[in-house]
C-alpha cells in the first residue's frame, strides 16, 4: 500500500515477542535521535558560551606598542592614528581597517600592518614612506612616494631635491594621504608602470620623468643623461639595453648632456644635446646572437 514500507509485516502477522521486539526497536530509535539533538544543542551552547565570553571577559586588550623607526611620528602618535583604544575587546578589531587608518592619517607613512598578540596585545609596524616624486600645483609641489602616495607640500615655487619632477600629470584634488589621481586619463597607470620598470632594471638617480606627450617620453638622470623612450610599449627592454649605454657613457666623463634615442628597440642613438652631434661615428644595435662578442655589446650607442 501506499506509504507502507516495503517488506513491512503487518501487526495482525506478528506473534507477541516479534511485536514487543519491534516496539522496542521504534523507541531506541526515537532515543538515539532525541540524545543527537540534545548534543547539538549543548555543543551550540557551549560555543555560544565561548564566543560571549571571548567578547566580554577575555581577550581584552591591554597591551599596545608600535615597533617602528620612523623619522616623521613617535610611537605615540601612530597609537592613536590606530585609533585603538585600551580595554577594548581585539577580536572586534578589523585590523585592515586599522592599518589603513594609520596610513590614510598619517601621510608619511607608506605602510602599517596590524596583528594581534595573545593573551592581550596588539602590535603595529611602520614602514616611512621616502618622497621620491615631485608635482607641481601652483606656486608648490606636492611630494609623492615611489607607489604615487601624496605625503605632503614643499611650501616652495622650487622643485625639491632629491625628488625626481613629474612632467605632463596634474593633481585631481590631492589629499594627504591618499593615492594620487591625475587628470590626466591613465597617467597613473602609465606613471606607475615606467616607474617599476626603472625600478625593475636598477636606474637611480632620476631626476626628470616628463609625460607630457604619451609616444615621446622622457627620464632624466643626474641631470646630464636624457632618455628618449617614445611610448611606454617594451619599455623594460628599452632600460635593460639602455643601462650598458649610460655606463659606457659615463666612462668617458660627460661634460656637455646628452640624450639617448631608445625609441628603436634594440638600438641606441646617443647625442651631444647642445650641438646634436654625435658621440660616436656609427650607431651601436642589441647582438642578436650570442655569438658576438661582450666588447660589442657594450658599445650600444652611437
Known amino acids: 500500500m501506499k506509504g507502507q514500507r516495503k517488506n513491512s509485516v503487518p501487526d495482525r502477522q506478528l506473534s507477541n515477542t516479534e511485536r514487543v521486539i519491534r516496539d522496542n526497536e521504534k523507541r531506541r530509535k526515537k532515543k538515539r535521535r532525541r540524545d543527537r539533538m540534545i548534543y547539538i544543542f549543548l555543543a551550540l551552547f557551549v560555543a555560544g558560551a565561548g564566543i560571549v565570553l571571548s567578547l566580554t571577559v577575555f581577550f581584552h586588550i591591554e597591551v599596545i606598542t608600535a615597533t617602528t623607526d620612523s623619522l616623521y611620528y613617535s610611537e605615540a602618535e601612530i597609537i592613536e592614528a590606530s585609533g585603538i583604544k585600551l580595554g577594548e575587546n581585539m577580536f572586534l578589531q578589523s585590523l585592515k ?26 602590535i603595529i609596524q611602520t614602514t616611512d614612506a621616502v618622497p621620491a616624486l615631485a608635482v607641481e600645483a601652483g606656486d608648490t609641489y606636492y611630494l609623492l612616494s615611489k607607489n604615487a602616495k601624496i605625503l605632503g607640500t614643499t611650501g616652495m615655487a622650487i622643485p625639491p631635491d632629491p625628488a625626481a619632477l613629474v612632467r605632463g600629470l596634474t593633481l585631481k584634488e590631492p589629499e594627504l594621504g591618499s593615492i594620487a589621481e591625475f587628470n590626466e586619463d591613465g597617467g597613473y597607470e602609465l606613471l606607475i608602470q615606467l616607474l617599476t620598470s626603472i625600478e625593475t632594471n636598477g636606474l637611480e638617480k632620476i631626476t626628470e620623468i616628463d609625460l607630457t606627450d604619451t609616444v615621446d617620453l622622457r627620464v632624466w638622470i643626474e641631470d646630464i643623461i636624457r632618455l628618449d623612450l617614445g611610448s611606454i610599449n617594451d619599455v623594460d627592454k ?27 628597440l634594440r638600438e641606441a642613438h646617443v647625442r651631444d644635446i647642445t650641438t646634436s652631434a654625435e658621440t660616436q661615428p656609427e650607431p651601436s644595435k642589441e647582438p642578436e646572437s650570442e655569438s658576438e662578442s661582450t666588447s660589442e655589446k657594450q658599445t650600444e650607442s652611437v
Not at 592599518?99 to 596588539?122: G, W
Not at 649605454?245 to 646628452?258: G, R, T
Open 97 to 122: 581597517n586599522v592599518s589603513a587608518k594609520i596610513e590614510k592619517d598619517l601621510p608619511y607613512i607608506e605602510s602599517a600592518k596590524t596583528k594581534i598578540s595573545l593573551p592581550n596585545k596588539i
Open 238 to 264: 628599452k632600460l635593460s639595453f639602455a643601462k650598458s649605454v649610460i655606463a659606457a657613457e659615463k666612462e668617458k666623463n660627460i661634460v656637455n648632456p646628452i640624450y639617448i634615442d631608445l625609441r628603436i
